[in-house]
């Protein structure tokens, strides 16, 4: 019987995508799921709706649940984590500080300011976790949906031996919207993807081998069209390609589209787009509900549940690494290690792969369009700026970062970027430790 570890398992989104999915695979029909969280009043609701799914899919898994992580690793064949470490009211200031200085955040989880600090309070917490792992259950395979993915997955594949890659589901769902909007059968299209998580360009994407990219060249001169993703459609007439993750999150990755209110009136707005254009404080604003919780497990519960298997990939990888073995392609979180050969080797990419038993085979070696790799190496070399400056507990490397980062920099001065660094560094030294 396999056991498949969820840490952080009050996930609504998360843990009951992936539960239903595994039980759809034989090989996991009769698994042990056990949820772990510290926070016992999700941990408890969450174990409802997997109890649910295990009545309604017929599974005959074990479920166990527990707040204590050694426990939940002990014996673990596969991890998931979806940790979140600091609540609202430690996260809140990452949004809030940088906006007195005038950096205008979106979502705040990824990169920029917002990011870099909660990669400096998530990446200990993560390195804790793969200790545990290598304690605890060894050769465990190891899958991350917590972000700042590229930073996090970064220094956990360069400080520790733990088999982890990162999952993000941005790229199927850019990829699925390009062949809506170029009116194609998705299951006849392939694509490659390049590039780091939140800032990959799907550099082809065709339908039985005819290119969509001049149907959706021409689909977007419809204002109708345009509007929906008015960022990402920007960066594609002058890059070429299609950069994955919504609007609102790329809008504060570049220095085009924040750093005056006339912009952010312009490309963030509501105006017919899809479901994150870039208001200020989208996702704080949205988990400041005090019922929030409450509401995510009730639409749960009351809602049916679709026995098919749905978009995420961490079961189908689950499947192919310990499960009955089938190969799964899928984009993940890795070391580059040269496989993207214009952008800095020991930076995290997000790259084509195939999961099979022995690990994760590259399908892809080569160079991404200039261009796009430009702005990506970019981002990749801040990330792995910000990473030594974790890993040294150096507070001049965080200054340095965040001065790079494109919005700051169109922002504030450097003098500003310190001021703002250390504020930031006050409100969150309950989770950074000394800092030199």
């Not at 002990?74 to 009211?89: R, S």
């Not at 917490?125 to 200790?131: E, G, K, V």
């Not at 769902?173 to 006849?188: H, I, P, Q, R, V």
């Not at 082809?204 to 109708?224: A, S």
Request: net charge negative; with cysteine.
């Amino acid at each position: 019987m396999k056991k498949i570890a969820f840490i952080g398992a009050g996930s609504v989104q998360f843990t009951t995508k992936v539960v239903k999915d595994l039980v759809t695979y034989p090989a996991f029909n009769d698994a042990e799921i056990c949820l772990m969280d510290i926070n016992e009043d999700h941990l408890n609701k969450i174990a409802m709706c997997v109890e649910r799914i295990k009545a309604e899919m017929k599974s005959d898994i074990t479920i166990t649940k527990t707040m204590s992580r050694p426990e939940a690793l002990t014996g673990a064949d596969g991890v998931l984590c979806t940790v979140f470490n600091g609540d609202v009211d430690v996260w809140q200031h990452e949004i809030i500080i940088p906006k007195k200085y005038g950096v205008d955040t979106n979502v705040g989880d990824t990169r920029s300011v917002s990011g870099m600090f909660r990669a400096l309070r998530n990446i200990p917490l993560m390195l804790d976790i793969c200790a545990d792992i290598d304690k605890y259950c060894p050769g465990a395979i190891f899958l991350n949906y917590t972000n700042p993915m590229a930073m996090l997955c970064k220094a956990m594949l360069t400080y520790t031996k733990v088999d982890v890659t990162g999952l993000c589901h941005s790229v199927q769902g850019t990829t699925e919207m390009l062949t809506e909007w170029a009116g194609a059968d998705y299951s006849k299209v392939k694509y490659t993807c390049l590039g780091v998580n939140h800032q990959a360009f799907i550099t082809e994407i065709t339908e039985d081998g005819k290119d969509l990219y001049p149907i959706i060249r021409e689909k977007i001169q419809d204002p109708e069209f345009f509007k929906k993703e008015k960022v990402r459609n920007e960066i594609f007439k002058t890059f070429g390609y299609y950069v994955t993750e919504s609007s609102g999150h790329n809008s504060e990755y570049c220095a085009w589209f924040r750093k005056r209110p006339d912009l952010i009136l312009k490309y963030c707005n509501e105006d017919g787009a899809n479901w994150n254009p870039g208001e200020y404080a989208f996702s704080l604003n949205n988990r400041r509900d005090p019922e929030r919780y409450d509401k995510l497990i009730k639409a749960f519960m009351d809602e049916p549940i679709d026995p098919n298997r749905g978009k995420e990939y961490a079961a189908n990888i689950f499947n192919a690494r310990i499960g009955d073995k089938t190969p799964f392609a899928f984009n993940a979180n890795l070391l580059n290690n040269g496989t993207i050969e214009n952008l800095p080797y020991d930076c995290c990419v997000e790259i084509p792969v195939i999961a099979t038993p022995e690990g994760y085979t590259r399908t892809f070696r080569g160079k991404m369009p200039s261009g796009p790799a430009a702005l990506v190496s970019y981002t990749a070399s801040i990330e792995n700026l910000l990473v030594d400056a974790c890993m040294e507990k150096n507070k001049e490397k965080v200054i340095q970062a965040v001065s790079l980062d494109p919005l700051c920099s169109a922002v504030l001065s450097l003098d500003e970027v310190r001021h703002m660094c250390a504020e930031l560094f006050e409100a969150n030294k309950d989770y950074l430790g000394d800092y030199k």
